[in-house]
């Protein structure tokens, strides 16, 4: 594998459902983030991780939890998410902050019914 | 406050058509990065290329080539002999340095412009 990959690729789920999104680098990069894009609207960043810390959280609902274990891995938690959640999800990374080119994932497509 | 504006919505050319995709973005800070992105149907956005504020040359990479000019705060983008295959939505993105270099790296990013190239 290569590159930034996010499973699953695509998820529906009800507003009472706990599920997690999946994003691995295999780029060695330090810096991980999640953004939403949603239909007519720019993506918005939700998480800033670097080194494994959390340096951003963007006025996101507590409906959402990031966790990163490692470098190389970042999941974003889910539960009693609302209709309007439904979006495409990114993950990105680089290799540090601010100066440096961020590489994305595929997205996961969740829509919340 | 960071802000940028890509103002065509759609862009809709025929091949071989050179196509110009503006951008003009906002900033306060001196030292700061832009960016063009490329999200095809498949949905992953692909990293074009990256300009420092301090850096105005134009660059060329094969059919693409893009303008920084700071005198008006825009970074354009175009696209000579437009091929089908160049068919996306394309975002331009602004990241600032911070004061001592301490930005998080967050990209702002334009409403981005879809771009059709017909047969």
């Known amino acids: 594998e290569t590159g930034v990959t996010q499973t699953p690729r695509h998820l529906v789920m009800g507003m009472t459902n706990k599920k997690s999104l999946k994003c691995e680098q295999h780029l060695g990069h330090n810096a991980m983030y999640w953004y939403k894009q949603s239909a007519k609207k720019p993506l918005e960043l939700m998480f800033v991780y670097s080194l494994e810390e959390r340096v951003e959280n963007n006025s996101v609902p507590s409906r959402f939890s990031p966790e990163c274990p490692n470098s190389s891995h970042l999941f974003l938690h889910l539960h009693t998410l609302q209709p309007e959640d439904s979006a495409l999800y990114l993950c990105?990374?680089?290799?540090?902050?601010?100066?440096?080119?961020?590489?994305f994932g595929p997205g996961t497509r969740l829509t919340v019914t | 406050a960071q802000k940028v504006t890509q103002a065509q919505t759609e862009i809709s050319v025929v091949e071989k058509e050179d196509v110009t995709l503006d951008c003009v973005y906002e900033?306060?800070?001196?030292?700061?990065?832009l960016f063009w992105y490329k999200q095809p149907p498949s949905g992953e956005l692909v990293f074009l290329i990256r300009r420092n504020s301090f850096d105005e040359q134009n660059e060329i990479s094969g059919r693409y080539s893009w303008n920084f000019q700071k005198s008006t705060s825009s970074f354009n983008f175009t696209i000579t002999a437009s091929q089908v295959v160049d068919s996306a939505v394309y975002f331009c993105?602004?990241?600032?340095?911070?004061?001592?270099?301490?930005?998080?790296?967050?990209?702002?990013f334009g409403q981005g412009t879809i771009l059709t190239v017909h047969p």
């Open positions: 900033t306060r800070d001196t030292t700061y990065y």
């Open positions: 993105a602004l990241s600032e340095a911070g004061a001592g270099g301490t930005s998080y790296g967050k990209l702002t």
């Open positions: 990105a990374s680089s290799l540090g902050l601010a100066a440096y080119e961020q590489y």
